[in-house]
Structure formats: structure tokens, C-alpha cells
């Protein structure tokens, strides 16, 4: 049972235009949730993050979108630069971060120039 | 402040062989969790480590364990390697159980 889905294996973009990452969840005690990127051979680093009691958060280029109600979340990175090229996980956890983070599988996001 | 180290990077045994991945916390840091990575699972907890005791554990057979030592360091072991255990294992250090993770760079594992 897959708590936390990204839908979209890959997305392609063009420089300079919007990349929007989704990420849907089941699990209705999710309060905190989290971006992380992730390039070949690299660990996953972290990107930005929201709390439940937000509906949006931005740092710079990247905004983070939760709606509770519909159980998603997206990630809006404007505008994107082939450097953002890489694998995108959406992850969750409950109780104010103090449970384990359940990830999805991760969207590849390419950037053409 | 240097990152989350872990050693080796790479690694490679045979079934049944038992392996021990180590990993150094940010300085400061307290909570250390590891997670598997294969293609078709995605990233997959698989235990939390706070001030030497395990927090959480995840949904992993009694082959996966791990510790925790004093200065913050832990280690996994996985006994008995079975084909099936080839993995990216990332480990991430928080400051405290309820912040930002923060991971290493992973150490890749194949088991022939």
C-alpha cells in the first residue's frame, strides 16, 4: 500500500518555463512533507519542506503547493535551469516529523535547454 | 560543517556473506536513519537511531539491524546476503528526530 504516489515517472520542460511536480498521499495523519532532489550517484538533498498547518512555502525558485482537502502537494520550481535536471522525491511524515519519512518513487525531471 | 559520510561507497559480496555499512552523522547531529533505495521500491525506511537506542524500525527482515554509538556514528549489518539486498543504502542525520534529514551520498551494494 503506497502512501505517498507520484504519478509521473518523468517530466521534460523547457528552460526557462515551469516544472510542476505532484505527489498525492493516503494517509490523512501526514502533517509534514518534504522535497528532496536527487542526482546520479548522489544522496538525496533536501529542497524544501511544509507544514500542514501551510497551504504554501517559498524559497527562491521553488514554491511548495499542499492542499490537505485533496491530499496533494506540488512542487513549482520557476523559472527551471538545466541544472534542475534530476530525480525529485516527495516524502511525508506524521507527527510533527517525529515518525519515519515514507517516500514516493520520485519524478525525473529534465530541463532542455 | 561537513556532511553525512558513508563508508564504503561501493561494495560488492556474494549470497550468504554478511556485510557492515558505517555512517557519520553532520557533527552535532543525533538521529541517524537508513533507507534502501532499489528501482522499483523507491527509498524505504529502514530503521531510526537516537542517542544509542533504535526509535523506529521498518519493514525489513531480522537479517537488516543495526547500532548506534556514542559520538553518533551507527552502523548496519546485513547477515546472510541474499540477490535481492543489491541496493543504494542512504543514510541521513538530523539534529533532532523531528528536523530536516540530511543524507549521505549512499553506499551502493551488490550482491552476486
Known amino acids: 500500500d503506497q502512501q505517498v504516489k507520484q504519478n509521473s515517472p518523468s517530466l521534460s520542460v523547457q528552460e526557462g518555463r515551469i516544472s510542476i511536480l505532484n505527489c498525492d498521499y493516503t494517509?490523512?495523519?501526514?502533517?509534514?512533507f518534504l522535497w528532496y532532489k536527487k542526482y546520479p550517484a548522489e544522496g538525496p538533498t533536501f529542497l524544501i519542506s511544509i507544514s500542514s498547518i501551510k497551504d504554501k512555502n517559498e524559497d527562491g525558485r521553488f514554491t511548495v503547493f499542499l492542499n490537505k482537502s485533496a491530499k496533494h502537494l506540488s512542487l513549482h520550481i520557476v523559472p527551471s535551469q538545466p541544472g534542475d535536471s534530476a530525480v525529485y522525491f516527495c516524502?511525508?511524515?506524521?507527527?510533527?516529523?517525529?515518525?519515519?519519512?515514507?517516500f514516493g518513487k520520485g519524478t525525473r525531471l529534465s530541463v532542455i535547454a | 560543517k561537513a556532511g553525512v559520510t558513508q563508508t564504503p561507497r561501493y561494495l560488492i559480496k556474494t549470497r550468504g556473506q554478511q556485510v557492515t555499512l558505517s555512517c557519520s552523522p553532520i557533527s552535532g547531529h543525533r538521529s541517524v536513519s537508513w533507507y534502501q533505495q532499489t528501482p522499483g521500491q523507491g527509498l524505504q525506511f529502514l530503521f531510526e537511531?537516537?542517542?544509542?537506542?533504535?526509535?523506529n524500525k521498518g519493514n525489513f527482515p531480522g537479517r537488516f539491524s543495526g547500532r548506534q554509538f556514542s559520538n553518533s556514528r551507527s552502523e548496519m549489518n546485513v547477515s546472510t546476503l541474499e540477490l535481492g539486498d543489491s541496493a543504494l543504502y542512504l543514510c541521513?542525520?538530523?539534529?533532532?528526530?523531528?528536523?530536516?534529514?540530511?543524507f549521505g551520498p549512499g553506499t551502493r551494494l551488490t550482491v552476486l
Open positions: 537511531y537516537f542517542s544509542e537506542t533504535q526509535r
Open positions: 541521513a542525520s538530523s539534529a533532532h528526530r523531528s528536523d530536516t534529514q540530511y
Open positions: 516524502a511525508a511524515s506524521h507527527n510533527s516529523g517525529n515518525t519515519p519519512l515514507v
Open positions: 494517509n490523512s495523519m501526514f502533517d509534514y
